[in-house]
């Protein structure tokens, strides 16, 4: 067992904590070799354009993602000089969180909640899904080292909590940039790095803070909201940075995901907030150990058992940010707009927008997956039906179109109307100007009423189709004529 710092024997937390004075020095440091790394890295991809895949692009991705993580983690080391940690034991923190972000944290964010698709459509989604991943890689961080290492003789300093905390962040932060340089095919490396080199800087920031109450925690009998408070003090961190990248980025970028290239404007943001942290965390856990020298805070007596009650209450907090996320995304991924023209009414996702044009209602998904629903008006001669709109509709579309096929069609009947539905697809030829040609798949509902046809249309490319299908259909089933 760690022996205790008492006023007779004050040396161990002196030298650990209180004398370092070199944490604003060894921040800029840290950031400014950052900054060194991104432009070779720049540099390299301006000059060179490699173009990566297979084995090579695996191995330039890991080691692009773990640069910035190793250059941030020796400020630690340089400020843990005294008694730095093992090195195994931050190495294991490190893949444990990096696992955990692999296994949880990501697949949450990225295929359950789907934060890539709404993050950023408005202020009240940029909220919840701040908030939202901020909570989720928050507690995969707190527990990390609350699960892992906490309990271990090896934690018997405060500054200890800093060390594990940073290493667990870091480690979700490689997982994120892994995951992102691969998906990204390696194209823009000098782009990918900005970004990667940002998520590092923001993720050491966010375990620093939790590491703090966490080392805190552990070395001195707190109330048991302390934990509780040091989690969503981190979580609202967290969600402030995401939302003031979203206004400073010209892409739209999430979690281990992009839409364009990144801005330096986020790695500067990145930066500000892990120097300013890192000083503010040191300069706290200075203070404690002063306080503690002098006997104004007391001391736990067995520094391996950690507070359960608190531990406990920090996953109910948890718990409760989770469900109040679930709650606001669910209402945002499900609201909608009403709309009302032409004697045709109904309601449309309330993210896509209008589009100008002569149809009698048009909407696309602008900032997401781009599908289009669209409705038109078509006046039938005697003896019209839905094979002769179909076959006009061919025509029309063979002729603004390279190519245009009819995929199947069937019967069905919505809200007691009955409609053929069929299902197309198309080359679009304005899409081979210096680019591959683009290919859009589509379904039409055509209703028969009188004289005229109503043709519903959903219009969106190969690989969201199947996303957006549903969608389509709700809205289909909400109209009214």
Known sequence: MAQQPTMANPDRYSKAGYHRKGVWRSAIIAVVALIVFVAIVVAIDVALKPQLGGLGLLVVGIILALVPAFLWMALFYVQDRVEAE???QVSRIFVIGLALAGAIGIPLTNSVFRVQDWLYRDTASTLVGSLLIGAIETFIIYATVRYFIFDDAEFDERTDGVVYGTAAALGYATALNLTFFLNSGGSGIGSAEIYMAELALAYAAFGGVIGYFLGHAKMERDPIWWLPLGFVITVLLAGLFFILR??????????????ALPSVSGFVLAGVMAIIVTVIVAFLVNRDVARS??????????????DKQANWATVAVFA????????????????TQSFSNGGISGSYPANYGIVKSNDVFHVADKLGTGAEFVITTQNLPAGGNAQSVSSLLAAIRGGNNLIYKTLGTHQATVNGKSATVQDFAYVDSSGLTGALPRVTEGTDYIFITGNKAIIVTLLASPNTMGEVQPTFNSFVQSLSF
């Open 320 to 335: 409760v940010l989770l469900i109040l996320g679930i709650i606001g995304w669910s209402a945002i991924v499900h609201a």
């Open 293 to 306: 020298l002098a006997g104004t805070l007391p001391v736990v007596e067995d520094p391996t058992v950690g």
């Open 246 to 259: 979203g206004n400073l980025e010209t892409g739209s970028i999430t979690a281990a995901s992009q839409t």
């Open 86 to 88: 093992p090195v195994g």
